[in-house]
């Protein structure tokens, strides 16, 4: 049973456009949320969460929004660059206990020059 | 700042040897690690947690004896994959959370590609 899911294997988007990356849960006790972005041979890196009790959070050019009733989050990053062209994983997790998480598949975005 | 070292970043070996993969904290003090596997075109899938000097926690379906999790100090843990077959042929990856950093932000090793012959 797949708690966390990214259904968009794959995104393409042009350099300066919006690159809007999507993620669903099914799990209503989860109460944390976070994006990591990968680059091949390294591991992922944190970029941005943000706890249920909010609906979204901003840094830079990620902003990420949570939307509880839909079990739905999304990272939206404005400008995109072709720097951003990494794997994107969204991971849930709950703020009690071990903190652990549930990752979803991941995205590959490729931003284009 | 918080640095994961995850080592070798490939292996290969013959099938019934043992594996050892090291995960270390080089700027902060892990106190709970965790254990990833990947396996291609899925998500991470969380092996095991291990808080320092405790006994890893392993999750439903991963075999203990199979996979054996060590973390003794507040910088290292180790995984032991013991008489690997192909079929634990993977993607393994390591992260750590600790002090001073933020408890709910895991920061992740490099992985290490294990091919069982």
């Known amino acids: 049973d797949q708690q966390v899911k990214q259904n968009s294997p794959s995104l393409s988007v042009q350099e300066g456009r919006i690159s809007i990356l999507n993620c669903d849960y099914t799990n209503s006790m989860f109460d944390y949320f976070l994006w990591y972005k990968k680059y091949p041979a390294e591991g992922p890196t944190f970029l941005i969460s943000i706890s249920s009790i909010k609906d979204k959070n901003e840094d830079g050019r990620f902003t990420v929004f949570l939307n509880k009733s839909a079990k739905h989050l999304s990272l939206h990053i404005v400008p995109s660059q072709p720097g951003d062209s990494a794997v994107y994983f969204c991971?849930?997790?709950?703020?009690?206990?071990?903190?652990?998480?549930?990752f979803g598949t991941g995205t590959r975005l490729k931003v284009l020059a | 700042g918080a640095v994961v070292s995850q080592h070798p970043s490939r292996v290969i070996c013959k099938s019934g040897t043992s594996v050892k993969i090291e995960c270390r904290s080089l700027?902060?003090?892990?106190?709970?690690m965790f254990w990833y596997r990947q396996f291609p075109k899925q998500s991470l899938m969380l092996m095991a947690t291990s808080n320092e000097g405790s006994k890893a926690t392993y999750e439903q379906g991963v075999e203990k004896d199979k996979f054996l999790i060590n973390h003794a100090s507040l910088t290292l843990s180790t995984l032991t994959v013991t008489s690997a077959h192909p079929e634990d042929s993977s993607f393994y990856i390591c992260s750590a959370s600790g002090q001073p950093l933020a408890k709910n932000i895991q920061y992740f090793g490099a992985g290490t590609r294990l091919s069982v012959l």
């Open positions: 700027d902060f003090q892990a106190t709970t």
């Open positions: 991971a849930a997790s709950w703020t009690s206990g071990t903190y652990k998480y549930i």
